[in-house]
């Protein structure tokens, strides 16, 4: 990724504290990763990135909300894999609604393979198993996170997030949501931002989309942007789709789970309304792109960052 410092705003790492990493932007903490936590087994306990913040420090994630005590800050997860529930919470049955069952999976943080500071960028590479709440292992994962490409001027600075899903349980594992399970403009799974109470409401952007009939759409990149509660101004987040194949199929499509009301989420769902199915030895991939920016963008901004940061989806 291409990226602009200075001496003040050199990204930084801070691993002092045992279970997260703490990515630092001169003396803002843009984002902590916690790979070792401890709350309840019905959460689904996996990483998480929160809080994230702004270039000018505000905080543009939730952690444990009321109405969903498993939506941690940003996370890669799934909400259906073959009756086992890796998202946390209850699972959605058709025709019950959510049932509080005995399915909830966890993701062991196994090492980090690569930890990588050099002041113009903050990358790390960990091995992940996925395991079901019969304590049986399902999956191996390898995912990367890469911080960079901070732009004071703009204000913004990029998270680059890859990851490979491999298939160890044996037989086929079925992935969905709860849409491919029955529930409409529901098809959440995968690559998930929730954000904070106080970005409710806030606007959604898309190339040819505004607002929550971007539900279940196609495009490259959407933008959500909001104003801050405690810090005066607003922010936007610049999410691009990025790409999804397997093994087997070099392009599973991507579609936008999003919502700016009851709450503020984003995913880039590779499970919308159509099951991907991995057969014993076979991987999933997901690349996405994140831009954190510290004020609201109007639809011009959007498109000139969306346009700098695109992603090509044969890399």
Not at 41 to 67: C, F, I, M, Q
Not at 223 to 230: G, I, L, P, V
Not at 278 to 293: P, Q, T
């Amino acid at each position: 990724m291409s990226t602009t410092t200075t001496a003040t705003t050199a990204l930084a790492l801070d691993d002092t504290t045992p279970g997260r990493l703490v990515v630092r932007a001169g003396d803002v903490d843009i984002a902590t990763y916690v790979h070792d936590g401890d709350f309840a087994a019905n959460e689904s306990r996996k990483p998480y990135l929160h809080p994230l913040r702004t270039l000018d420090g505000a905080v543009v994630t939730a952690y444990r909300p009321n109405d969903h005590r498993w939506h941690k800050g940003l996370q890669m997860t799934a909400s259906h894999v073959s009756g086992q529930n890796f998202w946390g919470g209850g699972t959605y049955v058709h025709g019950e609604g959510y049932v509080p069952l005995d399915n909830v999976g966890r993701m062991r943080h196994d090492a980090f393979d690569a930890v990588e500071a050099t002041g113009e960028a903050v990358t790390f590479t960990e091995r992940l198993t996925w395991i079901a709440s019969t304590e049986q292992e399902w999956a191996r994962e390898v995912r990367t996170h890469s911080f960079g490409s901070v732009d004071t001027d703009r204000g913004t600075w990029t998270l680059d997030f890859s990851t490979e899903i491999t298939n160890t349980r044996g037989e086929p594992l079925e992935l969905g949501s709860p849409t491919t399970h029955g529930r409409p403009a529901a098809g959440y799974t995968g690559f998930f931002w929730r954000g904070p109470r106080g970005w409710t409401g806030g606007d959604i952007t898309t190339p040819d989309r505004t607002g929550e009939d971007a539900m279940g759409t196609s495009s490259p990149w959407l933008a959500y942007s909001a104003a801050h509660d405690e810090v005066d101004g607003g922010g936007t987040l610049l999410v691009l789709a990025g790409s999804a194949s397997t093994t087997s199929n070099p392009s599973v499509p991507l579609h936008w789970f999003v919502r700016h009301n009851p709450f503020p989420a984003i995913a880039p769902s590779f499970a919308f309304s159509d099951e991907v199915v991995l057969a014993d030895g076979e991987s999933l991939r997901l690349r996405h792109r994140v831009v954190v920016g510290d004020r609201v963008w109007d639809r011009d901004e959007i498109e000139a960052v969306a346009a700098a940061n695109a992603l090509d989806a044969t890399r």
